[in-house]
């Protein structure tokens, strides 16, 4: 498992995560004096080695304040299961750093999970603003958080909003939330703004809502990557308006570090001049456009958000409408949506194991010489096969299934 590490809850040297290829930070208290900080990551190359080393210079330009006490940072590599310091050049701003005192430093080591890995079956939004929702986020237990400048961001609010984001994001990376932060649309005015507040926090990656040119999401792209020293983070676009469904195939390839599109039901309801009913069948051509655009172009796709937060039997039903078109996860607008989406959009263990079994028989079959065999009175060829691979495949990625 490809992880990187920030600051966060819990005592230091804890347990590693487990995989291969690990990135990490190890602290050593070294008496008064502080603490010694080592990163180590799989080779001097890897950008995930990069990403620790970011994530620790924001944890450290937060807390230079609060103490005089100073730690070395040492920057290593791990190189054949050995360790090999790199030369004095590559240490840059980690050599010496102001860090409050080890007792103060309660709050260590934590996972951040890689964006490019999590499955993605839940996206929560969080007004950037509202600091003690943002506060609460670790808790609701989501693949992945959102901090909003967008339309959660009250008239304004925005450079409430933004010193909010950019205060929150080391705090959540502390607490072992992968977070990003939509921003205002790519075309917007406020663009330029939100990037320059938040870029020096490190995002793990960035929500764009309402796009609808390609060539305007792939400056965007450029931008952040500039912002962020050259390294792309990945972007999830906003599919929100008539505009945006139908140049929905170009703006899932508009840029590499396209990640995901999310499709808005209530935007672009309003872009149609669509009246909105339960059924949902006014959005079902654009929802599903979507969705075809996203695995066209071999991204994953985010489905609408339901904005009464009481409903839950409501949500269920949309969230599992939604993962019969092929959708990958949901957008929450409140932490009681996310339960509800992860057992939408996790297989259950009835699932794998009907999907195991019908894969064990077809490969008899297979063996005996035919390829369309009879299973349990259904009819199994090469394209069901394939889609119970996925299944028991993502289920093992996912590493949970559900309950059901």
């Known amino acids: 498992m490809a992880a990187v590490l920030g600051l966060a809850d819990g005592p230091a040297g804890g347990a590693q995560p487990r995989g291969e290829r690990v990135d990490r ?25 990069a990403r620790v080393e970011r994530r620790v210079a924001v944890a450290v330009a937060e807390l230079q304040s609060k103490s005089e006490r100073f730690v070395e940072i040492e920057r290593s590599v791990q190189v054949g299961g050995g360790k090999e310091d790199l030369a004095e050049r590559d240490l840059g701003v980690f050599r010496r750093a102001h860090l409050c005192s080890f007792k103060n430093m309660r709050n260590i080591y934590s996972i951040v999970p890689d964006p490019h890995e999590i499955p993605l079956r839940s996206l929560l939004f969080a007004p950037a603003a509202r600091t003690d929702l943002v506060a609460k986020l670790p808790r609701a237990g989501a693949d992945l958080v959102t901090l909003d400048l967008e339309d959660g961001t009250a008239p304004g609010q925005a450079e409430e909003a933004r010193a909010g984001a950019a205060t929150a994001l080391p705090a959540l ?6 977070a990003y932060v939509r921003t205002n649309p790519p075309d917007h005015d406020s663009f330029p703004a939100d990037l320059a507040a938040v870029a020096p926090a490190s995002p793990a990656g960035y929500v764009l809502p309402k796009c609808e ?10 931008a952040i990557a500039a912002a962020h020293g050259g390294e792309a983070p990945p972007l999830i676009l906003g599919i929100e308006t008539v505009a945006g469904v139908m140049e929905a195939p170009a703006l899932a390839v508009s840029a590499p570090s396209v990640q995901a599109l999310y499709f808005g039901a209530e935007d672009f309801a309003t872009s149609a001049g669509a009246r909105r009913t339960e059924a949902g069948d006014e959005v079902l051509y654009a929802r599903s456009r979507v969705l075809l655009a996203a695995r066209a172009a071999g991204v994953r796709a985010l489905d609408q958000a339901i904005p009464d937060v009481r409903d839950d039997a409501r949500f269920a039903a949309d969230a599992a409408a939604g993962r019969d ?5 949901k957008l929450c607008i409140h932490p009681r949506q996310v339960e509800l989406s ?8 009835e699932e794998i194991a009907a999907a195991a079994r019908l894969l064990d028989a077809f490969e008899a079959a297979l063996a005996a010489g035919n390829a ?9 060829d090469e394209p069901l096969a394939r889609r119970a691979r996925a299944l028991v495949a993502s289920a093992g990625a996912e590493g949970v299934t559900s309950g059901n």
Not at 342 to 349: G, L, M, N, Q, V
């Open 25 to 49: 930070v190890d602290f050593e208290r070294r008496g008064d004096a502080g603490l010694r900080v080592a990163v180590l990551g799989a080779d001097q190359g890897d950008r995930r080695a």
């Open 173 to 178: 990376a502390a607490a072992g939330q992968c």
């Open 213 to 222: 040119d390609g060539d305007t999401v792939a400056a965007a792209a450029a």
């Open 325 to 329: 078109l092929g959708y990958d996860g």
């Open 342 to 349: 992860h057992e939408a959009f996790t297989p259950s263990a």
């Open 372 to 380: 369309t065999p009879l299973i349990d009175g259904r009819m199994v």
